[in-house]
């Protein structure tokens, strides 16, 4: 599964920061909110929440937010009727684009989407237009200088997982949604450390970007979208260039 949108190594980046500021934790603690007032508030009999905690503990939010979030969700201290919306739509380019958000006033975060992607010249689209471009992947990143490859890959292939890369310093491990918990439940029982978790839409078909300019006003229009408090996750089926990567990020 190689060629993973390369946003996603900018996203690890941008997310160290934003947990030191709390704002991934206030946007982790909505999804657990959500899957709790859902699918109830134990984790052994809720699948979406179990792989929530799992994304939460692999950001390192604190068990006691985990634990609020959870209480807060089930009805024990009251939960905002917050409601998923998901958009699609295209950038500059030919990019497609998902953007997956959770609010409670749909109105608000329509206006907020709209315009970052008029911003950046984009355009919504209807449902179903650019979904068809994904799949549903749980990936899992491990440090590559914490694991032998060799190891990493009986215990994850062992426990359900399709396959395993290096990209940048780190190990991606790919599964199905299905087989996502499982996996990282085996890896933390091997005592193998997770950078992060997630069950992600990852594209069929990439769009190869080598333009600066433009790559530049892709990373800018994502970064926005996912500034917007109620948006949760920003998908895109950009491949932009290692170099153009590393000149961007540095400049």
């Known amino acids: ?24 934790f206030s946007k982790l603690a909505r999804e657990i909110m959500i899957a709790a007032r859902d699918g109830g508030a134990e984790p052994s009999g809720n699948p979406v929440l179990r792989q929530v905690i799992q994304k939460a503990r692999a950001a390192n939010m604190p068990m006691d937010n985990i634990e609020r979030a959870i ?26 684009l998902i953007v997956q ?15 970052i992607f008029n911003r950046y010249h984009g355009r919504l689209s209807g449902q179903g237009s650019v979904a068809r471009l994904f799949r549903r992947r749980g990936c899992i990143t491990v440090p590559a200088d914490k694991v032998q490859e ?10 359900g997982a399709d396959d395993v890369n290096e990209e940048n310093g780190q190990f991606e491990v ?25 069950v992600t839409l990852v594209p069929d078909v990439y769009i190869s970007i080598s333009d600066a300019a433009l790559a530049r006003t892709l990373m800018q229009f994502f970064e926005a979208l996912e500034d917007l408090d109620d948006v949760q996750s920003v998908y895109n ?7 153009l990567i590393s000149q961007l990020t540095e400049s």
């Open 237 to 243: 089926n950009a491949d932009i260039t290692d170099e």
């Open 1 to 24: 599964m190689s060629g993973h949108s390369k946003w996603s190594t900018i996203k690890r980046k941008k997310a160290a920061t934003d947990a030191r500021r709390g704002k991934i």
């Open 174 to 198: 790919w599964t199905t949604p299905e087989a996502f918990s499982g996996v990282v439940e085996a890896l933390r029982s091997a005592a193998i450390p997770v950078t992060s978790c997630e």
């Open 101 to 115: 958000a959770l609010t409670d006033n749909r109105n608000r975060t329509t206006s907020e989407v709209r315009k």
């Open 150 to 159: 060799d190891r990493l890959l009986e215990i994850a292939v062992r426990a």
């Open 71 to 96: 209480k807060k969700g089930a009805g024990q201290s009251g939960c905002a009727a917050y409601e998923e919306v998901v958009y699609e739509g295209y950038a500059a380019g030919g990019v497609g």
